[in-house]
């Protein structure tokens, strides 16, 4: 039998927790903020087996996969990382940033790709893994200070029954994630939910195939940190208030 590199792609996302774990490498966040102004930003890599080197490989593209010119570079793009080791990469910004729009975030992908050294042996199926995480560049007028991670401007987002959905309507400027629908802020996440990333400025649809969560519902998304901030809502009728909003890094 030949040896044979298999490759998976697109493979994982990153949602919650930091120190995130595909295969050898891990990183130590689970989304990136490019902040405009910043010259460039660093992400942590270690290698979690203690007995063999790995190549890690990174690029940026967006949400189609196109390569990303001109806005940011990856350094180095390849390094070897030794056996239980930790190294860094770094995105650095280059002069075509003001392209990008003002007036809301802009989303691109860090892929790390994880080749593991040559095998000697016989009959050996080696695995070319790779990990892909969000970066939002975030304009300067938009730039969060709070240490609870919560987005300016979040309450403003409402909800619109649809059948045995709803319609999200997110006016602000920020990409917003949501991974739960509860009927409280502390009671369980209801079965059925498609978690969905919502752009800036835009609408999407969220689809509920299981238990509806009645008139106060309550939707998670996940902050800059990966922690969980839970936004309640109140429905007249057709339209749902967002009311409030509560971060796992608030006091209780």
Not at 4 to 17: E, F, Q, T, Y
Not at 63 to 91: A, D, I
Not at 155 to 166: A, C, D, F, I, Q
């Amino acid at each position: 039998m030949r040896k044979h590199i298999l490759k998976i792609s697109p493979v994982l996302l990153l949602a919650l927790s930091t120190d995130y774990a595909i295969a050898a490498l891990s990183v130590d966040r689970s989304r990136i903020i490019f902040n405009e102004g910043e010259k460039s930003v660093s992400l942590g890599i270690t290698n979690n087996n203690n007995d063999a080197p790995y190549l890690a490989q990174g690029w940026l593209d967006d949400f189609q996969e196109n390569k990303v010119k001109g806005k940011f570079t990856v350094l180095p793009p390849l390094q070897r990382v030794e056996p239980g080791s930790k190294t860094s990469v770094r995105l650095q910004a280059l002069p075509d940033l003001s392209s990008l729009p003002r007036d809301r975030e802009s989303l691109f992908y860090l892929n790390i790709r994880e080749i593991p050294t040559k095998n000697n042996k016989e009959n050996a199926l080696t695995l070319a893994l790779q990990l892909r995480l969000k970066m939002f560049y975030r304009p300067a007028a938009l730039k969060i200070t709070d240490p609870e991670g919560s987005y300016p401007g979040i309450t403003t987002v409402t909800l619109e029954r649809k059948g045995n959905g709803y319609t999200l309507v997110n006016p602000t400027p920020y990409y917003l994630t949501f991974t739960e629908v509860r009927n409280t802020p502390r009671g369980e996440a209801l079965s059925g939910f498609e978690p969905v990333m919502v752009s800036p400025k835009a609408n999407a649809s969220l689809t509920l195939k299981g238990q509806q969560p009645g008139t106060t519902p309550v939707l998670v998304l996940i902050d800059d940190y990966g922690g969980q901030v839970r936004l309640s809502f109140k429905c007249t009728q057709a339209q749902c208030k967002a009311e409030k909003a509560i971060s796992d890094l608030s006091p209780q």
